[in-house]
């Protein structure tokens, strides 16, 4: 029984981390970490471009434009860094990061919602979830330095920031 919990065969996949639901979608990275011969950007024009993204798009959003847009399949793979890396050094990194806003304006929201609906126990719920996810990516973050050690996830003050 012990080793099921930690110990997953090749090929199964893991829950969700509230609903136990299994993801349907997984995409696969190509096997071969290599250069493609086809690709006509320098790794000084690639960093030149996702620094002119950084300032107009979310990190997320940066890969599936230059992907969609100029054929450029994978950043860390032709540059050596990752999209966020290359953001740091440009100093166009937001300052709390975007998984992270994402979750504090579903909380926003969620909130908003049971002040008009106070019997609403699913919302209830919902926002215990969003706000134990926002506090054990709170304490990632500050374990890798990403954010400071004296940040904190208040709910009454975050409200004022995001707005």
Same mark, same amino acid.
């Given at each position: 029984?012990?080793?099921?919990?930690?110990?997953?065969?090749?090929?199964?996949?893991?829950?969700?981390?509230?609903?136990?639901?299994?993801?349907?979608?997984?995409? #696969?990275?190509?096997?071969?970490?290599?250069?493609?011969?086809?690709?006509? +950007?320098?790794?000084?024009?690639?960093?030149?471009?996702?620094?002119?993204?950084?300032?107009?798009?979310?990190?997320?959003?940066?890969?599936?434009?230059?992907?969609?847009?100029?054929?450029?399949?994978?950043?860390?793979?032709?540059?050596?860094?990752?999209? #966020?890396?290359?953001?740091?050094?440009?100093?166009?990194?937001?300052?709390?990061?975007?998984?992270?806003?994402?979750?504090?304006?579903?909380?926003?929201?969620?909130?908003?919602?049971?002040?008009?609906?106070?019997?609403?126990?699913?919302?209830?719920?919902?926002?215990?979830? #969003?706000?134990?996810?926002?506090?054990?990516?709170?304490? +990632? +973050?500050?374990?890798?330095?990403?954010?400071?050690?004296?940040?904190? +996830?208040?709910?009454?003050?975050?409200?004022?920031?995001?707005?």
């Amino acid at each position: 029984m012990l080793r099921s919990l930690f110990w997953l065969p090749l090929g199964e996949k893991m829950a969700r981390m509230h609903s136990r639901r299994k993801g349907k979608s997984g995409s #696969t990275k190509p096997s071969k970490k290599v250069k493609p011969v086809w690709l006509n +950007y320098s790794v000084k024009e690639i960093e030149m471009l996702v620094a002119k993204l950084g300032k107009e798009m979310p990190p997320s959003k940066i890969g599936l434009h230059l992907r969609d847009s100029y054929g450029i399949p994978d950043v860390k793979t032709i540059t050596g860094k990752s999209i #966020t890396q290359i953001l740091k050094e440009k100093n166009l990194l937001p300052e709390v990061p975007e998984d992270l806003m994402a979750l504090i304006k579903k909380a926003i929201k969620i909130r908003k919602h049971l002040e008009e609906n106070k019997q609403d126990k699913t919302a209830k719920r919902g926002l215990q979830l #969003t706000e134990s996810k926002i506090k054990r990516l709170v304490k +990632y +973050y500050k374990r890798k330095k990403r954010l400071p050690v004296d940040w904190k +996830y208040d709910s009454s003050r975050i409200r004022l920031v995001t707005e």
